[in-house]
C-alpha cells in the first residue's frame, strides 16, 4: 500500500472485552511504533519493533497491553479486559529505520464504554 | 511524566499573523527535536527538525529557534493560512529511537 493502514478505524467496546487493533506498516519497513494519544496528552510511547530484534515493550502501560509482529511485517496490539482509561486513538507508525522519519498511520479510536 | 512540555495549548492566530510554539526538556540526552503537524483524523506527519548544534533552522515559512543553555526551542509559522490550521507536536529523541512528544497546541488561522 501506499501508506501505513490501520484497522479498524473506529472501535467502540464495553468494558472487559478484549480488542486487536492492526497495523499494515509501509512495505520494507523494518521499524515499527504503537502510540496512544490520549486528549490533550501528546502521543505516548507504547512498543517498538525493529526487525528481529526483542521488542521495546517499556511503555505498555499493564499486562493487559501486548503486542506481536508477524513476519516482520503486520502488527497487532491486544488490549485484554478493557477500561475506560483505554479510550484513545491508536496510532501505529512504521519507518526504514529513524524514529524521526516514521510515517503514521490515520489511528484506531477506541472507546470503551 | 511528559519529559518535553508544550505551551500553549491552543492558539488563533488571523491570516498573515505569526504563530509561536514553545517547547522545553529537561533531557540533555536528547539529540533531536522535530516538529510534527497533525490534521484531524490523519497521523502526524514530520513537518521541520533541528539538532541541538544549530540554533535555527527555516524551511519555507516554518522556523525553528532553539537555545540549548535554556533547554528550549519554539517554532514559528509565519504568514500564517487557513491551511496551516493543524494540531502541532514538538518532540524530542536520543539516538533518533523512540521519540518523547510534548501535549500538542492546536492552532487556529482566521481568514
Known amino acids: 500500500g501506499a501508506g501505513v493502514s490501520q484497522s479498524p478505524s473506529n472501535k467502540v467496546t464495553e468494558k472487559g472485552k478484549d480488542v486487536e487493533l492492526r497495523c499494515d506498516p509501509i512495505?520494507?519497513?523494518?521499524?515499527l511504533y504503537w502510540y496512544r494519544q490520549s486528549l490533550g496528552q501528546g502521543l505516548e510511547f507504547l512498543i517498538y519493533f525493529q526487525g528481529n530484534s526483542a521488542p521495546d515493550k517499556s511503555g505498555l502501560p499493564s499486562d493487559r497491553f501486548s503486542a506481536e509482529r508477524t513476519g516482520g511485517s503486520v502488527s497487532t496490539l491486544t488490549i485484554q479486559r478493557t477500561q475506560q482509561e483505554d479510550s484513545a486513538v491508536y496510532l501505529c507508525?512504521?519507518?526504514?529505520?529513524?524514529?524521526?522519519?516514521?510515517?503514521f498511520g490515520q489511528g484506531t479510536r477506541l472507546t470503551v464504554v | 511524566q511528559q519529559q518535553v512540555k508544550q505551551s500553549p495549548q491552543s492558539l488563533i492566530v488571523q491570516k498573515g499573523g505569526i504563530s509561536i510554539i514553545n517547547c522545553a526538556y529537561e533531557n540533555t540526552a536528547f539529540d533531536y527535536f522535530p516538529w510534527y503537524q497533525q490534521f484531524p483524523g490523519k497521523g502526524p506527519a514530520l513537518l521541520i527538525a533541528?539538532?541541538?548544534?544549530?540554533s535555527e533552522k527555516k524551511e519555507g515559512r516554518f522556523t525553528i529557534s532553539f537555545n540549548k543553555s535554556a533547554k528550549q526551542f519554539s517554532l514559528h509559522i509565519m504568514d500564517s493560512q487557513p491551511g496551516d490550521s493543524a494540531t502541532y507536536f514538538c518532540?524530542?529523541?536520543?539516538?533518533?529511537?523512540?521519540?518523547?512528544f510534548g501535549a500538542g497546541t492546536t492552532v487556529t488561522v482566521r481568514a
Open positions: 507508525a512504521s519507518s526504514p529505520g529513524r524514529a524521526v522519519s516514521a510515517f
Open positions: 518532540a524530542a529523541t536520543v539516538n533518533d529511537y523512540k521519540l518523547s
Open positions: 512495505s520494507g519497513h523494518t521499524a
Open positions: 533541528i539538532r541541538p548544534d544549530v
